[in-house]
């Protein structure tokens, strides 16, 4: 069999429009290595084409109540798979039958919980990180949540900023995250810091801000050396 990979042109090569949709498209992804390009629309769906002649491939339904809208998608190519964030605050992995990369494969689709969707409850933007297996989606919430791609089970929440965030990015190596919103701050975390500070023992922490602060803790209180 062959696959799309094998004959599609280059992105920048193909050039034209798909006929027009029934409804509003919210996010798009393309992935030009396979010549396939995912939109997200406001019926809770995810659409693949075909970039060469926009013919549709395959399409599922990402969004299970509320509103239906597919706000972001996110392309995480070693996996097959495409990420995406919904207004229902689930964050789905959605990997399509025709993969477009090795043959035929079972549709397969993974999600994170209901209670997670609790804590962001519409999310605004996903991001895949390749390097550690990871989605960051940020959203509504008060905090912007880590997701193992792998299970989708929740690993860790980033709080701190005030308000909605709007987008989240992993850098290209995957070594560092960046989230920005309303407050107006974009925040970059380092996450080989952030996993390292994570396996530490607090008193190991705690031992090391007093000698990079000069003051100790003691009895709740604050002195200085």
Not at 59 to 81: I, R
Request: charged share 20%; proline share 4%.
């Amino acid at each position: 069999m062959t696959s799309i990979s094998e004959t599609a042109p280059p992105f920048f090569e193909s050039s034209g429009e798909t006929p027009e949709l029934a409804d509003s498209v919210y996010a798009l992804v393309c992935d030009d290595r396979s010549g396939r390009l995912a939109a997200g629309d406001s019926r809770a769906r995810i659409t693949l084409y075909a970039m060469r002649d926009f013919r549709q491939i395959e399409q599922t339904t990402n969004v299970f109540q509320g509103e239906l809208n597919v706000w972001s998608l996110s392309l995480a190519s070693d996996l097959h798979a495409i990420a995406s964030g919904n207004s229902d605050g689930r964050v789905w992995l959605w990997t399509p039958r025709d993969r477009a990369f090795a043959g035929a494969a079972p549709s397969q689709k993974r999600g994170t919980s209901e209670a997670d969707a609790m804590a962001n409850p519409t999310i605004n933007s996903v991001a895949y990180n390749a390097r550690y297996h990871w989605i960051a989606a940020g959203g509504v919430g008060p905090s912007v949540e880590i997701y193992d791609a792998a299970t989708m089970a929740h690993l860790r929440s980033l709080r701190g900023h005030d308000g909605t965030i709007w987008w989240v990015s992993f850098d290209p190596a995957g070594t560092r995250l960046a989230y920005g919103g309303i407050d107006k701050i974009v925040r970059v975390v380092d996450l080989e810091a952030m996993q390292r500070l994570l396996s530490e023992a607090p008193s190991t922490i705690l031992a090391r801000s007093q000698r990079n602060t000069g003051f100790r803790v003691r009895d709740n209180e604050i002195a200085a050396y």
